[in-house]
């Protein structure tokens, strides 16, 4: 079984609006992961946030983890069309910090 | 940043023949890959951990038989999908860890986009 949920699983929001997607996971981890994924292409690695951090940032992205309740959440500030797609986090397992176990995802709409 | 690539990108096969799907790490060696399995709309689930120079770590449910891997190189990983069926239609993707200083970075490739008719 998967690892993690996200919600939501689908999101629309307004060009220039804030998009918040939201991960719960269920067993300790090494790190956490956030890919992007545009339709029927690969994946592009967001930002690694590992499991004695708290905050981390890149450009208009906010990753917070709070381990206590086995969550992120990955923030998208001043949303542009080109942020559609689908998002995802993974977990690394502390027994293999390579291998990693996808979420089910959240389809992000941005309207223009 | 590293490259990793996959071939075929598309490939349409007939019930029952059987197809092969490389991941190559374009630029840095590899000695492991791992290779997802993607249905529509739907999250990546992972199929097997392929090792360089060993056999590759099958995830529980998936048939070790069906989807052959092998690791032949610190630059490529083959998946064969063996008698295929429609049911095996999906998207694969392949993701090489790279060696990096403080944690093994994953770079995945494009897909391929399976379709047995």
Request: a positive charge; glycine letters at 6%.
């Amino acid at each position: 079984s998967q690892q993690g949920e996200e919600d939501p699983q689908a999101l629309s929001i307004q060009e220039g609006e804030n998009a918040t997607m939201n991960c719960s996971y269920k067993t300790s981890i090494n790190n956490l992961q956030w890919y992007r994924q545009n339709s029927g292409r690969g994946l592009v690695h967001l930002i690694l946030i590992r499991s004695n951090e708290r905050e981390k940032h890149s450009g208009r992205l906010r990753v917070t983890l709070d381990t206590s309740k086995k969550s992120s959440s990955l923030l998208i500030t001043a949303s542009r069309a080109a942020d559609t797609a689908s998002y995802f986090c993974a977990t690394a397992l502390y027994s293999s910090a390579s291998k990693i176990i996808f979420g089910s995802g959240t389809r992000l709409s941005i309207r223009p | 940043g590293a490259v990793v690539s996959q071939h075929p990108s598309r490939v349409i096969c007939k019930s029952g023949t059987s197809v092969k799907i490389e991941c190559r790490s374009l630029d840095f060696q590899a000695t492991t890959m791992f290779w997802y399995r993607q249905f529509p709309k739907k999250s990546l689930m992972l199929m097997a951990t392929s090792n360089e120079g060993s056999k590759a770590t099958y995830e529980q449910g998936v048939e070790k038989d069906k989807f052959l891997i092998n690791h032949a190189s610190l630059t490529l990983s083959t998946l064969t999908v063996t008698s295929a069926h429609p049911e095996d239609s999906s998207f694969y993707i392949c993701s090489a860890v790279f060696p990096g200083l403080e944690t093994l970075e994953q770079y995945f490739g494009p897909g391929t986009r399976l379709t047995v008719t």
